[in-house]
């Protein structure tokens, strides 16, 4: 997804872009060996954003079906909260194929089946990526500007020199191992909070999905994208806690097995999609984007949404951004840092400011039970402050403000005063991001998000049963 629209966002803007996959050309942007494993929802918003940069517009095969928005489940089924608003699902090959073709369209030149193992570094820059061809035969390569779209496990970035822009690692903490089935599947009585054929559906609930959730998007052809993500600490603790040996492979089938309206799972074998696992991330993306010689978008660079790990949105936008940037920069003669700079600047001020306060959200609602995430949905927020903290905005919840919120036994007490602390913390991120530094004011700047985020992560561990 990034990728594509970096290389078509660059060519369109005049540079000359060449765009590497290891996939074969009628299998681009395969995730990995299971395929283009993911949920398949991305909001309309930004389908909107890239059809009206890139000019040009999407329809079927690519936009699957539309939905009217995501809704939220509490463990016990009693509180649907909306989260984000009207959406798509994709059919994620044929939307890979479609972005390369638009790419090629741009003048971009696409080499399938390049492996990349790591990026040349000269003094301290990018000056380009080795990797190896189809007949494994090393090839170096060499560019003013080299855009990282590799996805979460990407060889460049791990293998860049360490530096205080970008991380090599994402810790496992901020991680949700996930897989998912796209099935055809009978549906037995109309029941919706299991299958909503209008409606993307997601269940909170630390016993089936600890530390993450469940989800059934519907699919044309009566079909679903089912799955769950879970996050290693919490599903140690919950299988310690409930004395069992449960991995993300047992409780997706566990999962499926919970919901009594989508039945006689088939899985769909087009494009050998139909079943499969990988990692996405829930914290806020990289403190930078960028280094001498480098740009990164999509999940290189940790942006998927934290608390829904939504992840195709941030990828089509940061992947236009990052390609208008370093056509700009190509075409001025100047590929330094400090003019690529304006690439964070404008990823922030689209779509960057409110992650860390959606990370921090995250880590608080890990640390809740199921007993904790019910009361919270029934007692602490309205559907309204539900729905504006998912789209990363501050209600005002006080303690003051909510007198009129009967509360009562004291974990529940706790959890709210946490909501109260959280909410406030998120208000401090907000406005950080609100004032994204200049190039020589992040290291300052990285120091203080920093220790906010310490400060939630300290206070909440994960505690999910
Ligand atoms: C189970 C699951 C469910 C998800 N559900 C949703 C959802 O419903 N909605 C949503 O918005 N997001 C979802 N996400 C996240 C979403 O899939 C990602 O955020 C999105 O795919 C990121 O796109 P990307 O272009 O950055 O990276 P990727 O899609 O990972 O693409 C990376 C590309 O780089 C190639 N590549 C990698 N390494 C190399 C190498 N060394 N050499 C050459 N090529 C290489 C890969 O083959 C691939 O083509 C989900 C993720 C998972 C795992």
Not at 448 to 464: D, G, L, S, T
Request: aromatic share 10%; charged share 25%.
């Amino acid at each position: 997804m990034a990728g594509s629209l970096a290389a078509a966002a660059a060519a369109k803007g005049g540079a000359k872009v060449l765009l590497l996959d290891r996939n074969d050309h009628t299998k681009v942007g395969k995730k990995t060996n299971w395929g283009w494993v993911c949920g398949d929802a991305v909001a309309k918003s930004h389908i909107d954003y890239i059809e009206k940069e890139l000019n040009m517009k999407l329809g079927e095969p690519v936009l699957d079906i539309k939905v009217d928005g995501v809704q939220v489940l509490s463990p016990d089924m009693q509180n649907k909260f909306p989260f984000e608003g009207e959406g798509f699902s994709l059919d994620r090959p044929k939307a890979a194929q479609f972005f390369a073709n638009l790419a090629i369209k741009n003048g971009v030149e696409y080499r399938s089946h390049y492996e990349v193992e790591g990026p040349i570094v000269e003094n301290n820059t990018v000056v380009g990526i080795y990797g190896r061809n189809e007949k494994s035969e090393q090839v170096k390569i060499r560019a003013k500007l080299v855009i990282d779209t590799l996805g979460v496990a990407s060889t460049i970035r791990r293998k860049l020199p360490q530096n205080e822009y970008i991380e090599n690692m994402i810790s496992t903490d901020d991680i949700e191992s996930t897989g998912r089935y796209i099935a055809k599947f009978d549906q037995v009585g109309e029941d919706l909070n299991y299958y909503d054929e209008k409606n993307a559906l997601i269940h909170l609930n630390q016993q089936l999905a600890p530390g993450g959730y469940g989800w059934v998007f519907p699919k044309s052809g009566k079909r679903v994208n089912i799955g769950i993500g879970v996050e290693k600490k919490s599903l140690e603790l919950r299988n310690t806690r409930l004395n069992k040996k449960d991995t993300l492979h047992s409780l997706i089938d566990q999962y499926v097995e919970w919901n009594p309206t989508v039945k006689k799972l088939e899985l769909d074998p087009t494009d050998e999609n139909g079943k499969g696992y990988w990692s996405v991330t829930v914290r806020r993306q990289f403190d930078s984007l960028v280094f001498p010689g480098y740009l990164g978008a999509g999940d290189s660079m940790a942006m998927p949404n934290p608390i829904s790990a939504g992840g195709i949105g941030p990828a089509m936008v940061s992947g236009v951004l990052a390609g208008e940037v370093a056509a700009e920069a190509v075409a001025a003669k100047d590929t330094s840092l400090a003019f690529i700079w304006r690439y964070n600047k404008r990823y922030n001020d689209l779509y960057g400011n409110k992650t860390a306060g959606l990370e921090a959200f995250r880590v608080y609602l890990q640390s809740l039970n199921n007993d904790l995430i019910n009361y919270g949905m029934s007692h602490f927020l309205t559907k309204q402050e539900a729905e504006e903290i998912s789209y990363g905005r501050i209600p005002k919840i006080t303690i003051a403000s909510t007198f009129n919120k009967v509360l009562s036994g004291i974990s529940n007490i706790n959890a709210f005063r946490n909501l109260v602390f959280t909410v406030n913390k998120m208000k401090k991120l907000n406005e950080l991001y609100g004032k994204y530094p200049e190039l020589s004011g992040f290291s300052e700047w990285k120091k203080v998000v920093n220790a906010e985020m310490k400060e939630v992560k300290e206070r909440f561990p994960p505690n999910p049963i």
